[in-house]
T-cell receptor, first 114, second 113 residues
Framework: AQKVTQAQTEISVVEKEDVTLDCVYE???????LFWYKQPPSGELVFLIR??????QNEISGRYSWNFQKSTSSFNFTITASQVVDSAVYFC???????????FGQGTTLQVKP | DTEVTQTPKHLVMGMTNKKSLKCEQH?????MYWYKQKAKKPPELMFV???????INESVPSRFSPECPNSSLLNLHLHALQPEDSALYLC????????????FGPGTRLLVL
């Protein structure tokens, strides 16, 4: 069975703090893809990153970084020096089996206070 | 340009009405998706179209009827909806349906009275 777990329901930080959003996944497939999306209050899901199961290299994009560890089935997302505009719901998602179906985690609501 | 557009942004309808949601993309993508999202929940897949053919129907009630007139357009026809169908309806597209990145539109907020 495929499953994505985001154990943190809500996180609140003060601006400029670093924050890490956790994502743990389950799949029996050897080829799979992991995603992070951001959903601000406006509702649109904004794509942040896609990582395939054969590429464990960590990635940094500006204040965002991602840590993919197959040994622990985790794909964590860190925001450095958080800003109020980072306030949103963040979803981790898994896709495998060539169906195009995205399995979403329950989401983590991040509130960044000024 | 990774833009998916959806109209209308908001829709209020009665249980006897018939309405349609529209989605459009001009990225040359060949897979398009409809999702339903309730408040404080993740999106739930409803339908997948691949090369203009319906490839996945996640056991969605027949009061929701999808249509893909061409590779750029996706409609969702609504008829005899229930109040519990009130939700955010999101459209997405991807290059094809093989684990490619899905790009989402802004959604239509539907309220059924």
């Amino acid at each position: 069975a495929q499953k994505v777990t985001q154990a943190q329901t809500e996180i609140s930080v003060v601006e400029k703090e670093d924050v890490t959003l956790d994502c743990v996944y389950e799949t029996r497939d050897t080829t799979y893809y992991l995603f992070w999306y951001k959903q601000p209050p406006s509702g649109e899901l904004v794509f942040l990153i896609r990582r395939n199961s054969f590429d464990e290299q960590n990635e940094i994009s500006g204040r965002y970084s991602w840590n993919f560890q197959k040994s622990t089935s985790s794909f964590n997302f860190t925001i450095t020096a958080s800003q109020v505009v980072d306030s949103a719901v963040y979803f981790c998602a898994l896709s495998s089996g060539n169906t195009g179906k995205l399995i979403f985690g329950q989401g983590t609501t991040l509130q960044v206070k000024p | 340009d990774t833009e998916v557009t959806q109209t209308p942004k908001h829709l209020v309808m009665g249980m006897t009405n018939k309405k349609s949601l529209k989605c459009e993309q001009h990225m040359g993508h060949r897979a398009m998706y409809w999702y339903k999202q309730k408040a404080k929940k993740p999106p739930e897949l409803m339908f997948v179209y691949s090369y203009e053919k319906l490839s996945i129907n996640e056991s969605v009630p027949s009061r929701f009827s999808p249509e893909c007139p061409n590779s750029s357009l996706l409609n969702l026809h609504l008829h005899a909806l229930q109040p519990e169908d009130s939700a955010l309806y999101l459209c997405a597209s991807s290059q094809d349906n093989r684990e490619e990145t899905q790009y989402f539109g802004p959604g239509t907020r539907l309220l059924v009275l």
